[in-house]
């Protein structure tokens, strides 16, 4: 037996002993198992057992010897790491009393330095000091200095270190007595500060940044530093602008300055924020007034151009916020204010005199294209006196004015008016302050309201009103209101959009959340506007349901006239009761076609609920005007057949307007003519059924009187 069975990490005792068992009885040999002998199983297994047992012994010692091995290592280990211990003590005391040492040094130098600097500066300021004295004599000469670092271009840096402190010291002096010396310091002085700046040009022109930051080091102790600031300003725009736009190169250029100042100026922030207020001063500012200058000449593109400036002088503010500019954080803000503040003081009276100019503009161009002279229509006085009379007598209209059909409405001008007062919107947003921009918005829907409402869409409804036909018409009225009223509707819908789209977003306001600023749900502006709009619409409204009123006369009216002309008594009362039977009247096939065409324009011109109210409206005196004609003539049997056969016309006509109180209508309507038809015997029984249950009893009663045989038959009788 081996070990390595036992050390597997696989080993399974209880496998181990079926496959000792399997063996035994002879598995693992060519002939398979043998029948169990319990005393071979036996020996098979004692012997096993003892060789575990000798294994077991094997690997008590093996162990053992192990054990011994590793204890010793240990107590070697341990005493190496002690040893390293102590030598790890020792050094780190020789490390203590090296810096110790070296501490002791150091201090002995500083004082030695110490003791040599104050021997040295007042030496070195003794030798300045004579240096100094030596040049400012040369300055008391009348001839002027004449030592070779005044005159040498090589030393420049060095005259004005030195001139620079003569012109200092210069300053102490007594004027009466060192007038002259003064002066001529004065005059080297500026000399050399010329001498700085144009070395400062011609280090611009090389690109030679290290020179620059070396000048302007220098210059920044001369009083003449903002000139350098100020060349540096003219060299960095010289020869920049390549765009006609100068807003495409502002920004490039501010990127490529602001890189090249940071390199050279020792305060970046204060030289940028210099630079950019000579940009926006004078190049930006320029551009504004070169573009602004037309304003009396064409207001479109000026408003057009201020709206652009003004709204790219802030894309461009809002992308040169990213640089440092100097302590005042509003500076951005205030250029921009200082260059426009003349031309937003007048902005609102500028785009109200020119939303007036185009919106006149288009009207004008709409009805000279139609040849109408437009009509001075007054709002009061007359025209409400005539209002009043038509919604108290429909049928006292005034001589009807025929217009071809026109309509006088026009969904195109009306988007050309709500496109420039759209523009005009986005103009007001902008342009205006948080103070003025609902006051300014409501201006402008002031005006829209006055030409798209009551010049355009109210005259096209007064006009159409006068284009109605008389309530009693003698010939074939020309139907048209639907159609204006369509368009009105259409057209007012529009604005509705806009309304709610682009104005009341500028009215309604803000106020200031935990989380920036919420809008308010409504406002002194907004409930303004809502009740202009509303006062406007029940204008309309009002207009409207008039001149749907006097159609729907008209209309019924023009069927009136064709029920009294082409009905005959004959037709319900026809001497003879031979020849072929007819599938309506005369009068009937005439009627249809009219009110066919009528729901068919309604359809067209209406929408939503507006189409179901007039069709309600119309189906109501429409039956009315059938009632009451029916009512005119007596009926014997073929006639009351023909008059079943209109009615029945004039029902599945009347199914078409998909209002279910008409339809009941003339259900009941043709309910009441089969009277006309019941044997007398059954009248009664009809009177009282379902379909006639619910009328006044007075009503089956004026049609039943209707019958030729009412007297004869002795119905009157047999409904006591």
Not at 16 to 44: C, H
Not at 143 to 164: M, S
Not at 359 to 366: A, G, Q, R, V
Not at 572 to 592: D, H, N, Q
Request: negative net charge; glycine residues 4%; proline residues 3%.
């Amino acid at each position: 037996m081996s070990s390595r069975e036992f050390e597997s990490a696989t080993f399974d005792p209880q496998q181990y002993i079926e496959q000792l068992a399997w063996r035994t009885q002879g598995g693992d040999s060519k002939e398979g198992p043998q029948d169990f002998d319990a005393k071979k199983m036996l020996r098979a297994f004692e012997n096993t057992i003892e060789e575990l047992k000798l294994l077991s012994m094997r690997m008590e010692e093996r162990t053992g010897k192990l054990d011994a091995n590793i204890r010793a290592e240990t107590k070697s280990h341990a005493k190496r790491v002690a040893q390293l211990q102590e030598n790890n003590k020792m050094a780190f005391l020789h490390f203590q009393e090296l810096d110790d040492h070296i501490n002791n040094v150091a201090t002995k130098v500083v004082h030695l330095g110490d003791q040599l600097e104050g021997v040295n500066t007042p030496r070195a300021r003794a030798e300045e000091a004579k240096k100094l004295i030596e040049y400012f004599s040369e300055f008391l000469d009348d001839y002027g200095p004449k030592a070779e670092v005044f005159n040498d271009p090589f030393q420049l840096q060095d005259a004005a270190d030195i001139i620079q402190k003569l012109q200092l010291i210069s300053q102490e002096l007594p004027q009466e007595q060192f007038e002259k010396p003064k002066m001529r310091i004065q005059e080297k002085y500026n000399q050399i500060e010329d001498d700085l700046i144009t070395e400062f040009r011609s280090a611009f022109h090389e690109v030679a940044t290290e020179r620059m930051r070396e000048l302007a080091g220098i210059l920044a102790h001369f009083k003449g530093y903002h000139r350098c600031v100020d060349a540096f300003i003219e060299e960095s725009q010289a020869n920049t602008y390549i765009f006609h736009d100068v807003y495409e190169d502002l920004i490039p250029l501010c990127k490529k300055v602001n890189s090249l100042v940071h390199q050279v100026f020792s305060s970046p922030e204060s030289v940028m924020g210099k630079f950019v207020l000579n940009l926006y001063e004078v190049k930006l500012q320029e551009h504004v007034k070169g573009k602004l200058s037309n304003k009396d000449e064409d207001r479109e593109h000026y408003l057009k151009h201020l709206h652009e400036l003004y709204a790219r002088t802030g894309r461009l503010t809002a992308a040169l916020s990213d640089y440092r500019l100097g302590s005042d954080a509003h500076l951005l803000t205030r250029l921009t204010k200082h260059i426009f503040e003349k031309y937003l003081q007048g902005y609102i009276q500028c785009e109200e005199l020119h939303l007036r100019e185009k919106m006149s503009e288009n009207l004008k161009s709409y009805y000279s294209m139609l040849g109408h002279q437009k009509k001075l229509i007054q709002q009061t006085g007359g025209l409400q006196d005539l209002q009043h009379k038509l919604r108290t007598n429909i049928g006292s209209s005034g001589p009807q004015v025929d217009f071809k059909g026109q309509t006088f409405l026009s969904q195109e001008v009306a988007l050309n008016l709500l496109n420039e007062s759209k523009q005009a919107f986005n103009r007001c947003q902008l342009l205006s302050t948080q103070s003025t921009l609902s006051t300014h918005a409501i201006k402008i829907f002031d005006i829209l309201t006055e030409y798209l409402c009551q010049e355009h869409i109210e005259y096209a409804l007064e006009i159409g009103l006068q284009g109605i036909p008389s309530s009693e018409p003698k010939s074939f009225p020309q139907i048209y209101f639907f159609n204006v009223a369509g368009e009105a509707n259409a057209i007012f819908h529009l604005l509705e959009k806009q309304f709610s789209d682009v104005l009341v977003p500028l009215i309604r306001g803000f106020t200031p959340a935990s989380e920036g600023l919420c809008l308010v749900s409504s406002s002194p502006a907004h409930s303004e506007c809502v009740q202009k709009k509303k006062q406007i619409t029940e204008q309309m409204e009002s207009k409207t349901e008039t001149g749907l009123e006097r159609t729907l006369s008209t209309i019924c009216g023009w069927i009136k006239y064709l029920l009294d002309k082409e009905q005959k008594k004959s037709d319900f009362r026809p001497e003879s009761e031979e020849g072929p039977m007819e599938l309506y009247s005369t009068a009937c096939a005439k009627v249809i076609p009219f009110i066919e065409k009528q729901v068919e324009t309604i359809k067209r011109c209406l929408d939503g609920k507006n189409v179901t109210a007039v069709l309600m409206e119309f189906g109501i005196r429409f039956h009315r005007v059938i009632f009451d004609h029916l009512q005119q003539y007596t009926y014997n049997s073929l006639g009351a057949m023909l008059v079943i056969c209109d009615v029945n016309e004039y029902r599945r006509l009347v199914k078409s307007f998909k209002v279910p109180m008409v339809n009941s209508l003339f259900e009941k309507l043709h309910a009441l003519c089969n009277l006309l038809v019941v044997v007398p015997e059954n009248i009664k029984s009809v009177i009282t059924g379902e379909q006639l249950g619910g009328l006044d009893k007075n009503t089956p009663m004026s049609f039943v009187q209707l019958r030729a045989d009412f007297k004869a038959a002795k119905i009157a009788q047999q409904l006591r």
